[in-house]
């Protein structure tokens, strides 16, 4: 006889979406500090044809901003009208698809922390009782968060506890669990 024969299997479904901006980690020029913050709020500046195009941030400590470059030397005719209204109506939803993507960190030469500017859902809320626990996790946005981190929010156990369910293969799943995810995965808790 199988040993999964009495064994109750459930399913369930998690949603990864931001909540705030992340941090932006970078030196301050006029601070130790390495936290800036930013609302969303974007600068262009028109040289005749050219322009460029920044996210602003000011530091957590001291209040300085610094322009993360989102465009530089762009010809206007290059960049769709709607996305430069975007970037003139300081449009938070842009600044948001902006962060999340790996241009901007790599071209500023930033890295942006998502510690508590993200949540988890559930679908259901609750954690089914079952003996095996399919889990479905979706992302929301492109949001780069350690898998043990994210287990162990959704199934509310420790990430110690986490990682010795992976090393004893309690845990599965068809990718490494291991470093940081932003991308749909499933796996299977035992």
């Known amino acids: 006889m199988h040993e999964d024969t009495f064994l109750v299997r459930a399913t369930t479904q998690w ?28 600068r262009v500046n028109a040289n005749r ?19 993360l470059t989102v465009l530089e030397r762009a010809t206007v005719r290059s960049i769709e009208p709607t996305m430069l209204d975007r970037f003139y109506d300081n449009d938070s939803a842009l600044a948001a698809e902006l962060l999340t993507g790996p241009h901007l960190a790599h071209r500023n030469d930033v890295w942006l922390d998502w510690t508590d500017a993200w949540t988890l859902e559930r679908t259901p809320v609750e954690l089914p009782k079952a003996d095996i626990l399919d889990v479905d996790v979706r992302f929301a946005q492109r949001i780069p968060i350690r898998l043990t981190t994210l287990i162990a929010t959704g199934t509310e156990v420790s990430r110690a506890e986490v990682a010795k369910r992976i090393a004893a293969g309690r845990i599965t799943s068809d990718r490494t669990l291991a470093g940081r995810c932003a991308r749909d995965f499933s796996f299977v808790f035992r």
């Open 15 to 42: 949603l990864v979406r931001p909540t705030d901006f992340p941090t932006i980690r970078r030196r301050c020029r006029t601070c130790p500090s390495e936290e800036h913050r930013t609302q969303g709020k974007f």
């Open 49 to 67: 044809k050219l322009l460029d195009v920044w996210l602003l941030a000011r530091c957590a400590r001291c209040g300085d901003t610094i322009k």
